[in-house]
């Protein structure tokens, strides 16, 4: 799952409620949601933790884990 549709299975105050449980603004999540900037490696981890696993380190990152969930294939 990415941010557009975890914005959109959990209604339109998901951002807000995101960034708080990561201290960062909804400004940086929607940002991040439309592509504009790439989050961290550490912030890709506080956004998959806070969403107990519903966004992914690949849909955040795919540069990055992409590369490492296919080579352990």
């Known amino acids: ?5 975890y914005r ?3 209604g339109p ?9 990561v201290g960062t603004s909804h400004a940086y999540i929607s940002q991040l949601a439309h592509g504009f900037r790439r989050p961290s490696p ?3 981890t506080r956004l998959v933790r806070a969403t ?9 990152r795919p540069d990055i884990y992409g590369a490492l969930d296919q080579s352990i294939a």
């Open 1 to 5: 799952m990415d941010l557009i549709e």
């Open 8 to 10: 959109q299975h959990h």
């Open 13 to 21: 105050n998901a951002w807000h409620e995101l960034a708080d449980k």
């Open 42 to 44: 550490k912030m890709t």
């Open 52 to 60: 107990n696993g519903e966004l992914t380190h690949v849909a955040l």
